[in-house]
């Protein structure tokens, strides 16, 4: 595969530079070539990839840039699984090969997993000031008995603190297939505005203590952003470190349902 040459940039006195796309790391390149070639990440071709990959490198040498370490482990990781990819596998027993890991599964699940942290980064980089997405809590829910003072309004860097540390935590399965059936962000947030409409309030610990899989707790939390982002929920927290609390706006249970029935509808379509 040929890789588009990077484009020239006239600088200071007329001279040409050359301007390459600046990449976080080996998974960001990864995802960047499945895109621009169009490749399915559930059965990706990975000689062609590795090909693209190790172009890339190489159009960084040429102009003086030397890929970090992590970048050349992630081609040493490509030219294995191709070479696995190329050896002769077992005959079946009995038609079951159940047991025959697809040497690609691995990979897969690190560029999901990474791509949904980026959608998670993208969605917090649109919240740009916090105020906007959180509300003070009103009288209308009743309190724990043991809850003291009031519950401070959450801005959303704790509430992602928050979700870090509930993932870092988590004793999660490790999916056996590369394709893990997923939960839309709309049906999840369908799902919550049940939960909500029978507790009125609840925490995001308890949203995600029948996870899984970690995607499962990264829909949870890129759903509670879209509904802070429409002003449905609040979200809040009792102390520092503390539970950190998911509610209803006063009047909003049924605008939640038509929201997230909206939404259903838009992941439909």
Partial sequence: MNEAAPAPVVVDGGAYAVRLPVFDGPLELLLHLIRKDELDIFDIPISRLTAAYLVTLDEMRRHGIEPASEFLLMAATLLQIKSRMLLPRPPAVDDIDEGLEDPRAALV?????????RE?????????MV?????????????????EGELAALDVYRLAEAFRELLARGQFEAPHDIYVERISIGERIAQIADVLAVR???TFASLCVRARYREEVITT???LLEMARLKLIRVTQGESRGPVYVEARVGAIGELGEQAAGMLGDDGA
Avoid at 109 to 117: A, D, T, V
């Fill in 109 to 117: 699940q690190q560029l999901l997993e990474y791509q949904r942290f």
């Fill in 120 to 128: 998670v980064a993208v969605a917090m980089d649109g919240l740009a």
């Fill in 131 to 147: 105020g906007r997405d959180v509300f003070l809590r009103t009288v209308g829910l009743d309190r724990p008995a043991d809850e």
């Fill in 200 to 202: 009125g309030r609840t």
């Fill in 221 to 223: 939390f890129l759903a």
